[in-house]
């Protein structure tokens, strides 16, 4: 069968996040929880559906950028749609400047993607909501003397085309708009709701989600889910203050995310895990953060595991031949690959990191222009990736790397956080046994030979 090369480069682009229930997507999803330590999202779905369907809960979920996050969380939203809820996902990213996160931000972004996603339902009118955001935009309109300007439109805010009525998202996407890409904005913003974060919640919640849920329980709905995705991506450079903004966001202000009266789930980033302040973030949150693991393709004494293994290799071969059954498409490793000892290679050089593996093959046919793929281009695409990770690796963190290499294990020191932040040390789970590796890019590096 003859293979499509620009369609495979196509199907292989490592910043695509399958969407479950399109046709074509549906085809590439391997569902790799049976070597994951348990399929994280039926028991997140559980959860809502069955053990609380009327009680708010919020759950934080968490993994290395790339490990496949997004497409995990959209399968949850397809999965609930089904079950009869309202689904609200969205990439904070989209809304928020990641390197200065605040609260409000985090609250606001969610309100209007709420109000955007309920155009269809009438909600009476949201008064303290209104106030807030209306002194928040005179704030913003407001010289840093303190003098007042006339800015045109500013009578209008958040009012729509037609002047019918006030309008929540479009209000609250004026004020993001205009404070994204201004630090001093932002700044001005902060300082104007940072004291009235208790009112903000509340009117969010009385004037928004518990009427909403009312509406669409009204409507035969069972409920409201808010998925925030990319807040694991928030930097974290100090606050002004000097306090880490990641544990500023989450430990701090923790008890704020868990307060909105509907179902939650936050993406957390994954080297929060390792913070000496980890202890206080699982008392803020009313269950420990849910992990999404590597994908084993190595058990911890280097010997291969053979489940895990089968699975990536699935996952290459599923974005060449989608149409064809899993077992059939063996056979056919040789049309891609110059032999499958390549394909192995291929798959125990990505860790088991989705996005990785992924990007490997992408660079690997921009190189190679032609099939089959011989192993010979993939040991230059490697050697060219590691020599760009290893650049910015001090001789403490190869230390560091060392002890992992050695321990299959960290320990909650600030170094082994940036190892894990930098994706220079990767955590697998499967039958109960949890361990940690150095990414094997780096195990060739002359560094830890």
């Not at 037609?162 to 890409?181: V, Y």
Request: with cysteine; glycine share 6%; aromatic share 8%.
């Amino acid at each position: 069968m003859a293979l499509d090369l620009q369609k495979f480069y196509q199907a292989t682009n490592p910043s695509r996040t399958l969407v479950i229930n399109d046709e074509v997507d549906a085809k590439y999803y391997i569902d790799f929880s049976s070597v994951r330590g348990g399929d994280i999202i039926s028991r997140l779905k559980q959860k809502i559906t069955y053990f609380q369907p009327n009680e708010p809960t919020c759950t934080l979920f968490t993994g290395h950028i790339g490990c496949g996050k997004s497409t995990e969380l959209i399968r949850l939203k397809a999965e609930l749609e089904v079950l009869g809820f309202h689904v609200v996902y969205f990439e904070s990213s989209d809304d928020l400047e990641m390197t200065d996160v605040d609260i409000a931000d985090v609250l606001l972004a969610i309100a209007r993607r709420v109000s955007q996603s309920l155009d269809k339902i009438i909600l009476e009118k949201s008064d303290r909501l209104q106030e807030l955001l209306e002194g928040a935009w005179k704030v913003l309109n407001s010289e840093v003397t303190g003098v007042k300007v006339k800015v045109p439109g500013v009578g209008d805010f958040g009012v729509t085309a037609e002047k019918e009525k006030f309008s929540l998202a479009l209000g609250i996407g004026e004020i993001t708009t205009k404070t994204k890409s201004d630090p001093t904005l932002r700044e001005k913003l902060n300082q104007y709701l940072a004291p009235q974060k208790k009112q903000l919640l509340t009117a969010i919640n009385q004037e928004l989600l518990e009427p909403a849920i009312e509406k669409l329980k009204q409507q035969g709905q069972m409920g409201l889910v808010v998925i925030v995705d990319n807040l694991d991506r928030i930097d974290n450079r100090a606050k002004s203050w000097g306090r880490p903004q990641q544990e500023y966001l989450f430990v701090d202000q923790g008890e704020f995310l868990t307060k909105l009266n509907c179902h939650l789930v936050y993406t957390m980033p994954l080297s929060l895990k390792f913070s000496n302040d980890y202890g206080m973030l699982t008392q803020r949150f009313p269950e420990d953060p849910k992990v999404l693991p590597m994908v084993p393709v190595q058990w911890p004494d280097g010997s291969v595991h053979a489940q895990g293994m089968a699975l990536m290799q699935q996952m290459v071969l599923a974005r060449a031949f989608p149409d064809i059954q899993a077992d059939e498409r063996l056979n056919y490793i040789t049309e891609i690959f110059d032999s499958p000892a390549a394909l192995e290679r291929l798959c125990i050089m990505s860790g088991g990191h989705v996005r990785d593996l992924l990007r490997l093959v992408n660079t690997w046919i921009m190189e190679e222009m032609q099939l089959p793929l011989r192993r010979e281009t993939l040991d230059q695409v490697i050697r060219a990736r590691r020599n760009e990770m290893i650049l910015p690796i001090s001789d403490e963190e190869w230390q560091l790397l060392r002890h992992v290499r050695q321990r299959k294990k960290v320990s909650d020191d600030n170094g082994y956080q940036k190892l894990i932040r930098s994706r220079f040390v990767f955590e697998y789970r499967d039958g109960g046994e949890s361990w940690f590796d150095v990414n094997p890019i780096l195990v060739e590096a002359r560094e830890l030979v």
